[in-house]
């Protein structure tokens, strides 16, 4: 389907020794020849995956002064600054493509572009910074798991970078919450409202079932993906859920239960209609995600700019 | 190779490769690009991006339009002018840098060694056959005048912070599990 929208047909020799070489493992290099649904796929996903990074920053930054001992804040700064970072390897890899970040940029400000949906949800309490970092850092590990092992190099390279980092998010926020889970009763009462409401939005951020996920069986033929959405759903189920009960937390799905025969921990239902909302920009808090992105790129203008002008006239004064 | 303006009227700073070497003795690896207004820049940028956590020693910056890089496919498939430079520009030093395994890695093409050619198809030939082994898949080739390293003098500043930030390492946290945290993580 991809390919026909693009009008392009490919050589059947090449796309045969591209698929070869998936076959064997082998890494896809910026140069390499590749089918351009492969290139188009691989942008579309690095730069929302890009723009995630940058887009996740906000939900947790507006924390930071608010950190409740200095260690904590430490330990914040640096996970913010991390997806920082991490935007960063990802705008890289996609460049790799032959696009421009400043145009990937601006799709995201004009609001032309996708990030992850569970960003447009408002972090209510403090709890809710390690319930990010437990639950949808956790899921985020387990997708880029997945995608580190993809046949595009750039993509992987910044994947297996940024698991390496990622785990710390992770764990931060577990200590956090077992933490709470282990404290007061108002501590307890916190942790626990913040699981409730970040439960879902962390098993949506997964993506559609794969019954409605239409890309996923050529993205898994030439191994972009090597797991669908349903799959790496479970697995991250199979991890946190037993974590959480062990918490004395409780998960908010009354339908929550083990499958006997596959040992498998099996979710009830989940409301896509809320997903399919947030991803067309009709979430709790889509306007004033994208609006703080617009007023921090606004507000660095000027140092673009100054930063420009001070290298063209050293530039000028070199001879 | 400056900032530039682009369509929408905001400035878009150019792009810069960066190498990071992790140990004295291992080489400078590719490890992706910023966006910066010089090398001085770039450099700063390439720290905070890739060197927030121990390890390096150094790093190297150079203008991405500056590298010239050429896969396996590519070379097999007789892109490349071996032997024969298409100009007859003096001879330059180049920095050649490889990569040599498909294995899952967060970093691409390793420093390999200097050539000096005429042009940067004659330097991939001579790089190919001064670094003959491991059969490279990939090769980037960079003027030598086109990098700028770290200051050596003050790598200690630039990269010694970075270790003491164990907040930030995930060993750090060892093993968590509800009823078995560790002495010390109660605040």
Known sequence: MAAERAGVVEDPARLEAFEARIERGEKIEPGDWMPEAYRRQLVRII???????????????????????????????????????????LYHAAETLGVDRGELIAALLEGRAKYSSVFNYPTL???????????????????QLMLAQCSYGPYSRAMVRICAEETFHHKQGKEMVLTYA?????????????????????LMMLGPHDSDSPNTPQLARWRVKTKTNDEVRQEFVDEHVPELLDAGLSVPDSDLHVDRA?????HGAIDWDEFWAVVRGNGPVNAERLAARRKAHEDGRWV?????????RAAAATP | MTAHSDARGDTQWPRWEVFKQDTEGSPHRAVGS???????HALLMARS????RPAAVSLWVAPSESVYARTAEQLQEGTVVADAPATTEPARRYLAFRKTSHRRAMTF??????????????????????????????????PAAAVTASPEAEAEAWFEPAKGKTYKQQAEYGTLAAGRRRKGQTR
């Open chain 2, 109 to 142: 093409v390793d420093f390999a060694g200097e050539v000096s050619a005429a042009g940067p198809d004659a330097a991939v030939a001579a790089a190919r056959r001064a670094f003959p082994e491991p059969p490279a898949l990939a090769w980037w080739v960079v």
């Open chain 1, 47 to 89: 730069s929302q995956h890009a723009h995630s990074e940058i887009v996740g920053m906000l939900p947790e930054g507006a924390w930071i002064t608010r950190a409740p001992s200095l260690r904590r804040k430490l330990i914040l700064i640096a996970k913010v600054q991390d997806e920082a970072g991490h935007g960063q390897y």
């Open chain 1, 304 to 312: 673009r700019e100054a930063l420009a002008a001070y290298a063209a």
């Open chain 2, 34 to 40: 910023v966006h910066a207004a010089d090398a001085e």
């Open chain 2, 49 to 52: 991006v890739y060197a927030r």
């Open chain 1, 125 to 143: 309490t403090w709890a809710d910074v390690g319930m990010i970092g437990w639950l949808v850092d956790g899921a985020a590990i387990r997708n």
């Open chain 1, 182 to 202: 282990a404290g007061t009763p108002s501590q307890r009462a916190m942790a626990q409202d913040a699981l409730e409401r970040w439960w879902w939005p962390s």
């Open chain 1, 262 to 266: 596959s040992g498998h921990w099996v």
